[in-house]
């Protein structure tokens, strides 16, 4: 069975026009591109019994940790194979599995879009809640430089 997901997720990926680099045995990694969060990592593994799908959302938060895990665990209440969780530094990601016998071409398709659909709506809103101080100087630099605003500095992106 492994062959035929194997098989499955790189026509998948391909047919998406995503490039794939394999990372090792049966682990594949990709970028997806969203509006507001313009790169997403996504690495798929393939294992003995589920495909998993991992993805860096964001760094350890600089500050407002409260709200922003209240923000994701929100989001975790969304039906789906895909969820917010913490790494082993504390550090953001989008994690999901789909069993081997149920991957085909549509939960395939679901899963990356989960993926791409969470990190793009949740992007802004965790940056000005967890890098707020960062965003402010940033904000402040271009304004010296000439430069205009960061969309994601902003209220209305």
Same mark, same amino acid.
């Given at each position: 069975?492994?062959?035929? !997901? ?11 026009? =995503? ?14 591109? /969203? ?8 690495? *798929? ?11 860096? +959302?964001?760094? !350890?938060?600089?500050? /407002? ?8 665990? %929100?989001?975790? %209440? ?5 969820? +917010? ?30 993926? *791409? ?5 949740? +992007?802004? %809103?965790? =940056? ?10 940033? %904000? ?18």
């Amino acid at each position: 069975m492994s062959g035929q !997901v194997r098989e499955l997720v790189l026509a998948v990926l391909e047919a998406a026009g =995503l490039e794939v680099t394999e990372v090792g045995d049966d682990r594949w990694m990709t970028m997806l591109e /969203g509006e507001w969060k313009r790169t997403i990592p996504l690495l *798929l593994t393939l294992k003995d019994r589920r495909l998993t799908a991992t993805s860096l +959302f964001a760094g !350890v938060p600089d500050e /407002g940790h409260e709200e922003v895990y209240r923000i994701l665990l %929100q989001r975790n %209440q969304r039906p789906g194979p895909v969820h +917010f969780a913490l790494d082993d530094e504390g550090e953001l990601i989008l994690t999901g599995a789909l069993p081997l016998a149920a991957v085909d071409e549509e939960s395939l398709d679901e899963l990356l879009g989960q993926v *791409l659909t969470l990190s793009d709506e949740t +992007f802004n %809103q965790v =940056l000005r809640t967890g890098f707020a101080s960062y965003l402010d100087a940033e %904000q402040r630099w271009r304004a010296k430089a000439g430069l205009p605003p960061n969309p994601v500095g902003t209220h209305d992106g």
